[in-house]
Nanobody, 119 residues
Framework: QVQLVESGGRLVQPGDSLRLSCAAS????????MGWFRQAPGKEREFVAG????????YYSDSVKGRFTISRDYAKHTVYLQMNSLKPEDTAVYYC????????????WGQGTQVTVSS
């Protein structure tokens, strides 16, 4: 059974940094793309960042480009989202997701972790 378990979310102040983790288990993810999404109260879920598990190629939404970095540790089966220069508008529940590289459907999702940016 595939499981994606996020951790690392908490309350931080504007300008702070935070690293989220997503532990993946239940299958081999070599042919998958891993992604981070977020959903703020009253808003739709939006894509944040993605990484190819096999190649390490990364891509980002414009709203986080230059501030957030996605990475993966293949040996630990874990994907990270390093978030720097956090802003109040980054407040959201952050979700980890996975899709086959050949598919557009995000097939697997974690339960989410809350990030709150507030002074």
């Amino acid at each position: 059974q595939v499981q994606l378990v996020e951790s690392g979310g908490r309350l931080v102040q504007p300008g702070d940094s935070l690293r989220l983790s997503c532990a993946a288990s239940g299958r081999t993810f070599y042919n998958y793309v891993m992604g981070w999404f977020r959903q703020a109260p009253g808003k739709e879920r939006e894509f944040v960042a993605g990484i190819s598990w096999s190649s390490g190629h990364t891509y980002y939404s414009d709203s986080v480009k230059g501030r957030f970095t996605i990475s993966r540790d293949y040996a630990k089966h874990t994907v990270y989202l390093q978030m720097n220069s956090l802003k109040p508008e980054d407040t959201a529940v952050y979700y980890c997701a996975a899709r086959l590289a050949s598919s557009i459907e995000w097939a697997y999702w974690g339960q989410g972790t809350q990030v709150t940016v507030s002074s």
